[in-house]
């Protein structure tokens, strides 16, 4: 069974960092797209970031380009996204998911997701 646990969220002052976790387990990813997502109140699931797992290649929804960082590690079957210069605006729940489609931004592509985690940027 597939599993994806987030953790990582909290509050921060608008211009601060976070840096959000998604432990993966139950299956390979090896051939999986991981992805970032978000949701805030009143709003749709957005598309964040993006990472392919074989060869580690990412991508961004502009809002978060050259603020975001998606990475992984390969030995602990983690991904990470690296949040600087934090606005208001990216207060959301952001979700962990895995997708066996490649570099797919497409939320209804991801099979796999986590419970969320919130953050808030807020001072």
């Known amino acids: 069974q597939v599993q994806l646990v987030e953790s990582g969220g909290g509050l921060v002052q608008p211009g601060g960092s976070l840096r959000l976790s998604c432990a993966a387990s139950?299956?390979?990813?090896?051939?999986?797209?991981m992805g970032w997502f978000r949701q805030a109140p009143g709003k749709e699931r957005e598309f964040v970031a993006a990472?392919?797992?074989?060869?580690?290649?990412?991508y961004y929804a502009d809002s978060v380009k050259g603020r975001f960082t998606i990475s992984r590690d390969n030995a602990k079957n983690t991904v990470y996204l690296q949040m600087n210069s934090l606005k208001s605006e990216d207060t959301a729940v952001y979700y962990c998911?895995?997708?066996?489609?490649?570099?797919?931004?497409?939320?209804?592509?991801?099979?796999?997701w986590g419970q969320g985690a919130q953050v808030t940027v807020s001072s």
């Open positions: 990472i392919t797992w074989s060869d580690g290649s990412t």
């Open positions: 139950g299956r390979t990813f090896s051939g999986y797209t």
């Open positions: 998911a895995a997708s066996d489609f490649r570099r797919t931004s497409s939320a209804d592509r991801y099979a796999y």
